[in-house]
């Protein structure tokens, strides 16, 4: 199964793959030559693939835990001043993601979206401390009764695309998709001070399934 932003890439490259090993066989006479470039042809086809898939998670639904965005590993459970949306201290958990990675990203919690905003910048290396600030973004916040999680996906040096399908005033379903981000890159998440973390640095984590907070 494969995710809705990947559709497009996905066909083209199927095109080239296609084409271009039809006119190898074709125009070129030496079967090592053909080997060659099927093998190259067929790893990137495959790349493309793994990097758009989208398999399915079975999300434990509850109003008591926060689930991880993404899949990745956790590389920041730090208290750090929030200045876009809070504007006091919130808890961080930032989940980096290689291009290996599955990149769809998901509501970490039910609730109402009360915030939702694009921000273009650069594309600095995904964990510079200042990514989060000076890199293309987009920053979500959900609310569930009393409580309200923001969630930031932010671009990486590879990450020249953010899709967000979040919107204010939309309820949304914890585990549900949110979007996606294209070719590597992190979500931060960011708690109240005081949330009950369930996870560690360097832990690896699936989106929609580990949870990685608990109200």
Do not use: C
Request: charged share 20%; hydrophobic share 45%; aromatic share 10%.
């Amino acid at each position: 199964m494969f995710h809705k932003e990947g559709y497009k890439i996905i066909s083209v490259a199927l095109v080239l793959f296609l084409g271009i090993n039809l006119a190898s066989y074709v125009a070129i006479q030496i079967d090592e030559w053909q080997i060659a470039i099927f093998s190259v042809t067929l790893v990137f086809l495959i790349l493309i693939l793994q990097f758009f898939r989208n398999p399915k998670r079975h999300t434990t639904v509850s109003d008591s835990t926060v689930v991880a965005p993404v899949d990745g590993k956790v590389v920041v459970i730090e208290e750090v001043f929030e200045k876009e949306h809070f504007k006091d201290n919130r808890l961080q958990v930032s989940i980096f993601m290689s291009p290996v990675n599955v990149h769809v990203t998901r509501h970490p919690i039910n609730g109402d979206v009360i915030f939702s905003k694009y921000h273009p910048g650069k594309y600095l290396v995904a964990w510079h401390p200042k990514a989060s600030e000076e890199n293309e973004r987009t920053t979500v916040v959900v609310k569930n009764n009393s409580i309200e999680v923001l969630y930031r996906q932010i671009a990486g040096a590879l990450a020249k695309r953010i899709v967000n399908y979040a919107k204010e005033g939309e309820k949304v379903v914890q585990g549900s998709d949110s979007g996606f981000i294209k070719f590597g890159s992190r979500v931060d998440v960011y708690l109240p001070i005081g949330t009950d973390v369930s996870v560690t640095l360097n832990q690896k984590v699936k989106g929609g399934e580990s949870v990685i907070a608990n109200l």
